[in-house]
C-alpha cells in the first residue's frame, strides 16, 4: 500500500473549508482528528437504515441495529487485539473510561495504598485518581518522568508493596513524548498493581496490542482516532473488569430486578447501563476500517517526518523554546518567552492555521517545564508537508509582529 | 489612559473587515495602554476567569470611576483598551445600569471574543460593576 497524504486529504470533506479567509491548516489533530467520509457515511447510514434500540431485539431495524452494534465490539477488539470483544466496554471517552475504573475499584483502596502515575498525565488521568486518593484515603504518588519521558532505574521505588494502581499515559498529549510504557508496566506487575493505560494519543498514530502490552485497562477515544465524537473505550482484561464496582446502574446492565434486590447482566453489559451511543458505536467501525486500510508504517513515518520538519526549521530560531522531542513524536509544542501563546494563537488563527494555545489540561507538567502555556501543532495523516510550512512560516510572522515593542 | 474615544476605537474596529485586520488593530490599540507596575499585579486585583493574566485596578474620585487595567497577552490588552473606552470617566451607579455587553458587542470583536476569552471579558465587566 502507497501512503499518499494528498491522495488521503480528499477522503476529508472539511479539508477543503477556508478559515478566516486562508486554506484551512488543520493542526490541532491532537485536540480532536477529522472525519473521513467512510465515517460520516455510516452515521448517515445508520439513521437512514438501522436506527433502533439495541439489544431489545423483538423488530427488524432492532435486530439490524444490535447487529452492527455488536459488530463495532468486534471490530475494535480486532484493532487492538484484544483476546475477545467482550473486553471491550463502551464510554462516551477516555474520560469517562478512567472515571469508571478509579470508581469501579474504589472497594480495594484503603488509608496507605498508593496510586501511583507519572508527571506527564493529562489532568483525565490525574483527577480522578486525585479524588479517588481523597475517597479512601490512600496516597497519590507522581512518578517524575522527564519531559523527554526518560525512565531512570532509580524509579523502581515508585513501585512497592502500597502500589494499588498504576496509571500511565502511552504518549503525552501535551508535548508528544513517548513513555517507557513498558518498562513501567513490569514494575507495576511485579508488585501487583492494577494497570491503566491511557492511550488517547496513541490510538490514531500507531498500531496497539493490548495483549502484547499486558495492561488491565487501555483507554482512549473515538474522536481522536478518526471516528465519532462521545464514544470510547474501556478495554479490560477479564479479571480486572470483573471487579469493577458498576458506577452507573438502570437498563440494559441487569439480568432481573425485584424492588428489594438486581441481579447484574454479565460483562460487558454491567458496565454499559443504559441506551448507549449506538451511531458513535457503529462509526467506530469504520474509523478502524479507515485505519486498518493504510499502511500504518508508511503513515507514522509520514506524520513524524511532518514533526521533525517543524522541529528542524524552528530548532536554531533564538526565540522559540521546543518542549516537544526531535524525534518519534507527532508533535511540537512550543513556546516563544515575552509573547503570550494565546496572541500567537490569534495571528495563526486569523491565517487560517489551527494549533492549540493553552496549558492542554496539564497544568502540572506545564509547571515542570516552567510555563504556563504551550503552542501546539500535532499532525495526523492528512497533513501536508506545505502545511508544515505554512505553520513555521506564520509563526515567523506572528513573532515579527508581535515581538516588536 | 489615552485620548482615544469610545467612537474612534469603534470607528477603527468596525473598518476591519478581516479577522487578520481586527488582530492588528487590537494589537495597534495594546500599546497606548498605559501598563501597571509589577507592584500592582497582585491577586486581589487578578481577574478571575481569564485565560491570560488580566488585572484591574478601580479608583473613585467625585463618585466618578476610573478603571486602570493590564494583561499579559496582547490581544487582551488591545480589548482591554476598548472596554476601558466604555466605562471610564462614569459613576458605579451608572456602569451598574448599562448593559455592557451589549455596547461591547458593537465593535466587531465576536470571533476574538470566543467563549473561553468572552468569559474572562464578562468576568472583566462584571467586576467593573461590582
Known sequence: MAFDANTLRAQFPILQLEANDHPLVYLDNAATTQKPQAVLDALMAYYTTSNANVHRGAHYLSDRATAQFEHARDRVARFINAADSNHVIWTKGTTEAINLVAYGLEWCLKPDDEILITSLEHHANLVPWQQLAFRTGARLRVLPLTSKGEWEPEYERYFNDHTRIFACTQISNAIGVKTPIKEMLAAAKAVKAFTLVDGAQAVAHYPVDVQDLDCDFYVFSGHKMYGPTGIGVLYGKPHALEVLTPVQTGGEMVRHVTYNSTEFNVLPYRLEAGTPNIEGVIGMTAACDFLANQDRTAMIEWEQKLARYVYDELKFNTSIEIYSPATDTTVVSLSVPGIHTLDLNGYLDSQGVAVRAGSHCAHPLMAQLGVSSTLRASFACYNTLSEARRFCDVLIEAIEILGDD | ?130
Open chain 2, 1 to 130: 489612559m489615552t485620548d482615544l474615544t469610545r467612537d474612534a476605537i469603534q470607528t477603527r474596529l468596525q473598518a476591519c473587515t478581516s479577522k487578520e485586520a481586527t488582530f492588528k488593530e487590537l494589537v495597534s490599540l495594546s500599546k497606548q495602554l498605559e501598563r501597571l507596575t509589577d507592584a500592582d499585579k497582585t491577586e486581589e486585583n487578578r481577574v478571575k476567569g481569564c485565560e491570560s493574566a488580566v488585572w484591574l485596578i478601580e479608583h473613585q474620585d467625585n463618585g466618578v470611576c476610573t478603571f486602570q487595567a493590564d494583561s499579559d497577552a496582547k490581544l487582551m490588552r488591545g480589548v482591554l483598551m476598548v472596554i476601558l473606552s466604555l466605562v471610564n470617566g462614569h459613576s458605579k451607579a451608572e456602569l451598574q445600569q448599562r448593559d455592557l455587553v451589549a455596547e461591547l458587542s458593537q465593535f466587531n470583536l465576536s470571533s476574538y471574543l470566543t467563549s473561553s476569552r468572552t468569559n474572562g471579558v464578562l468576568s472583566v465587566l462584571k467586576k467593573v460593576q461590582n
